[in-house]
């Protein structure tokens, strides 16, 4: 049911533009695409560390600083991006 | 007649364009989505 | 002039040039972000398509892509002999085709000659679940950043005045507020004396200033010096857009000397 409720909430929200992760950045045109499976990646390592209350390897800070990400506008676009596409896959 | 995909059950259907009122012969639902013509489509990348 | 580099990499420069104006260092600006031709997709025809994404989305990724571009061998498709029917000249070409689950990556466009095939291969244009197919060509044409941002190779081009910070040592007393209110933290106290660790960070926010009440310091930019730096999408190295738009600022430049020259 909660779950339920959860994705109705953001299917609202989910328009076909962002429902993957953008190619480029909307403010400066750096490519960040390939960019986000691996910050995913490396994130839900951190979250795993967290909460299982040991020292976590790296902190979101360190892994955007390594990707390469260096001015807010690129970072935003990765941090906030929630990838919606596999809800909306079975209708074409 | 017009060929149409089954929202629910996925299965091809055929319409007559002067039929009222569509409806799946198989599973009894009113959705459907229209097949993609087979033509080439040109659009610009931008 | 004088310009050194303080960083060259593949995609990223650095440079130090003295004894210039802003104009100058602008007009080399700008000219990178719309005049330096770079190639992009800019016609998609496709054939099939049961993604969730729209032909009309998944055209708009495609011309998001960069391709690496050898600015030699192309040449402008209305300034082509074909005349514009896209001929090797002046159109690259490629395929997609992909069916099944998975992930269609910028890297699945095949293209006609091995020596065009993407570096940046692992972009995500759209997530196919079982059954699902995209099957499209694709044809590239040179373009420049003015027509549209996909042809803009050069990300983030900007200047800035060479920092100068004065210390007055006999102000100072060390209380160490500057330093810690210093975002870029280039501050620091050696030997006794507050003195500057890296002046190219200095971002000339003057909040050590406002900080300082003894008024010890001063932060000014030099007005004949710029640090210019930019980034490129790929396309082009940093070198390579560099060369070319400074080639293309001389013919400018040129052809703006033949046009006063007759002039009575």
């Known amino acids: 049911m909660e779950e339920e409720l959860e994705r109705k909430d953001r299917n609202h929200i989910g328009e076909k533009e962002n429902m993957i992760i953008p190619v480029r950045c909307f403010t400066c045109g750096k490519v960040i695409g390939p960019l986000y499976e691996e910050y995913k990646k490396r994130y839900e390592e951190y979250k795993k560390a967290v909460e299982a209350g040991e020292k976590p390897k790296e902190t979101p800070k360190q892994i955007l600083d390594d990707l390469g990400l260096e001015r807010y506008c690129c970072r935003r676009m990765i941090i906030s991006h929630v990838d919606l596409l596999r809800e909306a896959a079975p209708y074409e | 007649m017009t060929r149409y995909k089954c929202g629910l059950c996925k299965k091809p259907v055929q319409f007559d364009v002067k039929n009222i009122g569509m409806q799946c012969p198989y599973c009894g639902s009113k959705v459907f989505y229209k097949e993609r013509p087979t033509i080439a489509k040109r659009i610009k990348a931008r | 002039m004088k310009v050194t580099t303080l960083e060259l990499k593949p995609n990223k420069a650095v440079l130090k040039i003295e004894n210039t104006k802003p104009y100058f260092v602008n007009s080399l600006r700008r000219i ?153 933290n280039i501050l620091e106290i050696k030997n006794k004396k507050l003195s500057v660790k890296d002046i190219e960070k200095c971002t000339l926010c003057r909040t050590c200033m406002d900080v300082c009440e003894k008024n010890a310091i001063t932060v000014r930019g030099d007005e004949n010096k710029f640090i210019f730096r930019f980034e490129t999408d790929g396309s082009l190295t940093a070198k390579e857009a560099l060369l070319e738009s400074a080639s293309i600022l001389e013919k400018k430049y040129e052809e703006l000397g033949k046009l006063l020259k007759k002039l009575k």
Not at chain 3, 148 to 156: D, L, R, T
Request: charged share 30%; with cysteine; proline share 7%.
């Open chain 3, 32 to 184: 990178m972000l719309s005049e330096l031709p770079k190639l992009a997709i800019e016609d998609v025809i496709i054939y099939d398509n049961t993604t969730p994404l729209f032909d009309e989305i998944i055209a708009h990724r495609l011309g998001m892509i960069p391709l690496p571009t050898d600015l030699k061998l192309l040449t402008f498709r209305d300034q082509c002999t074909c005349k514009g029917k896209g001929c090797p000249n002046c159109t690259v070409r490629y395929t997609l085709s992909k069916e099944g689950e998975g992930v269609v990556y910028s890297g699945d466009l095949q293209p006609e000659e091995k020596s065009w095939a993407i570096k940046e291969d692992k972009i995500p244009i759209v997530e196919l679940t079982k059954d699902q197919r995209l099957i499209l060509e694709v044809e590239a044409i040179l373009g420049r950043g003015k027509d549209h941002a996909k042809w803009q190779a050069v990300q983030a081009p900007a200047y800035k005045y060479y920092p100068i910070i004065e210390i007055d040592h006999k102000k100072c007393d060390l209380c160490k507020k500057c330093i810690e209110e210093c975002p870029k």
